[in-house]
């Protein structure tokens, strides 16, 4: 994902969430080599909607290396739960 802009597009984004209320999309995205970019980056930015696709993905799919790919941002997606100023969605 190259974006010069922290935050991509809302309306980019929001077809990204849609697709991934998909399984079978969920399963392409995430034995794709651009998964960890997407977790990296919603974490990176901050970028809440990306999140939300990220948690579609994580939430539908029991891989090793989805596992692997959320227990190497495990500590931040913990900080980021006991921050106060993290927006709730």
């Known amino acids: 994902m190259k974006f010069p802009e922290p935050i991509i597009a809302p309306e980019l984004v929001s077809l990204l969430v849609n697709l991934t209320n998909n399984k079978k999309?969920?399963?392409?995205?995430a034995m794709s080599e651009r998964f960890?970019?997407?977790?990296?980056?919603?974490f990176k930015h901050g970028d809440v909607i990306l999140m939300k696709a990220v948690k579609n993905i994580v939430s539908k799919?029991?891989?090793?290396?989805?596992?692997?790919?959320?227990?190497?941002y495990l500590v931040q997606l913990i900080k980021l739960c006991f921050n106060p100023n993290t927006p709730v969605e």
């Open 36 to 42: 960890e970019p997407i977790f990296s980056r919603a």
């Open 61 to 72: 799919i029991r891989h090793k290396d989805v596992q692997a790919v959320v227990n190497k």
């Open 25 to 29: 999309n969920c399963e392409v995205l």
